[in-house]
């Protein structure tokens, strides 16, 4: 065994020691509380597998974060709200940037520098 993975199983082994009592299912099982162990991976796997795992596709992080981030508000039905929340902000920070310092006016004109003003 090389170092690399040497390290790699020592910090699991004590990920498992320190959260032992933390990973007890058949405790739960037996209290009548759900494990969600196969609700997850079927999420996982439509969420993600289905979606990444193509034949000869090729993903950034940044492309497949941001894939896997609107299939999941599209799944779970938020993807509505969360599109109205940002047309606003981003209408919002426009118009902002548009009217800052009071270079226009909400109606679209400029405004006179008051040092030209006669």
């Known amino acids: 065994m090389d170092m690399g993975t040497e390290v790699t199983l020592d910090a699991c082994i004590g990920y498992l020691v320190k959260h032992g009592t933390l990973l007890r299912g058949d ?5 009548g509380l759900p494990v969600a162990t196969g ?7 439509h969420l993600v597998k ?15 974060e941001a ?12 993807f509505e709200a969360c599109w109205a929340f940002h047309r606003q902000q981003e209408h919002d920070r ?11 006016s909400p109606h679209g004109r400029r405004r006179l520098d008051p040092s030209c003003a006669g």
């Open 27 to 31: 405790c739960a099982l037996a209290a």
């Open 50 to 64: 289905d979606r990444m795992d193509r034949t000869g596709a090729r993903w950034s992080l940044r492309g497949a």
């Open 67 to 78: 894939v896997l981030r609107l299939r999941s508000l599209r799944s779970s039905g938020d």
């Open 39 to 45: 609700v997850i991976e079927g999420a996982c796997r």
């Open 94 to 104: 426009t118009r902002r940037a548009r009217y800052a310092g009071g270079a226009m």
